[in-house]
């Protein structure tokens, strides 16, 4: 096994953890989280020119709209957006057989889609979450030299305090301005639409105000974050990686959009599937379809 500019490479010259060659991927990029995801992708797509991965790193790259994209499974969590986001940007901006960058900065785009728990009472189950903004507590911003938004971060930290008396490091970042350009346009979705901030929680069950037998440090975490208002726009959602994307794509000059099925409201505890309503794996498709024609629209 190799190195390459801190990027570990397999004896075939691939990244090591997503398996994937220069060449095998596309600058646009949708990432779906559960690798599942990609059987519902797949028959959009005009047709298949790569397919590979490792562990829970599926991909598939293909064209769609006679443009080529990569769509990859990533799992859950901000660690392996983290691994899939740098190693992505890897094949396109490092010389894998020489280890250096190259010398002219290739821009990705980068649009995560997945599920999420709704917060707001008012919106309906299988609402879709545009991330205008994304805030998290993780520690990212420590490790990668980051500067979040600021005013964002401070309004929240001090909304955070006020709420429970306890600190946290929280930090917001935006969505970059293809996809806030991309919103603008009303999508044509069969499904409600919602812009806002998202949550970005490090774990699935007390980073989210879940416990089992263990006491966690705030139960009411769902209410308390519905709560906040920033530039008019409410906390709509809580998902597990779009923090880590939009902070690790703007460091890295590519750009950062999120779109998110809200399948479950956290202070009612319905859930899409008990509604009777449309499936999820319809709802989702018709989510990957407007995912996909923005990727189509990047240069």
């Not at 707001?120 to 990212?140: C, H, K, M, N």
């Not at 008019?232 to 690790?248: H, P, Q, S, W």
């Not at 995912?291 to 629209?297: D, F, M, N, S, V």
Request: charged share 15%.
């Amino acid at each position: 096994m190799g190195i390459a500019n801190g990027i570990p490479l397999r004896p075939d010259g691939a990244v090591y953890h997503l398996g994937l060659q220069p060449g095998q991927a596309a600058h646009r990029c949708l990432l779906v989280g559960d690798p599942g995801r990609l059987a519902l992708v797949e028959p959009l797509l005009d047709r298949v020119l790569h397919r590979g991965g490792n562990r829970e790193f599926i991909w598939i790259t293909g064209l769609y709209g006679g443009v080529a994209l990569t769509a990859i499974g990533t799992g859950i969590g901000i660690d392996n957006t983290e691994i899939a986001v740098i190693e992505l940007d890897a094949v396109q901006n490092i010389d894998l057989t020489r280890g250096q960058p190259f010398p002219t900065h290739k821009k990705m785009y980068f649009l995560r889609v997945g599920t999420s728990g709704l917060l707001q009472v008012e919106r309906p189950l299988a609402t879709v979450v545009f991330s205008r903004w994304a805030i998290g507590v993780d520690p990212y911003p420590l490790f990668y030299d980051f500067q979040p938004e600021p005013e964002l971060t401070r309004t929240l930290q001090h909304y955070w305090l006020e709420q429970t008396g306890q600190p946290l490091s929280w930090y917001g970042v935006q969505a970059t301005e293809f996809f806030l350009r991309c919103a603008q346009n009303t999508p044509k979705l069969n499904l409600p639409w919602a812009e806002g901030i998202t949550y970005t929680a490090i774990g699935f069950y007390a980073p989210q105000g879940r416990c089992g037998r263990l006491s966690i440090r705030f139960p009411e975490l769902p209410a308390q974050l519905a709560g906040f208002v920033y530039a008019g726009y409410k906390v709509e959602n809580i998902e597990m990686e779009t923090a880590a994307l939009y902070l690790l794509a703007r460091r890295l000059g590519h750009e950062a959009g999120a779109l998110c099925l809200g399948i479950a409201h956290r202070q009612t505890g319905e859930f899409i599937y008990q509604d009777g309503g449309i499936s999820p794996q319809a709802a989702m498709q018709e989510v990957l379809r407007l995912a996909l024609e923005w990727l189509r629209q990047a240069p």
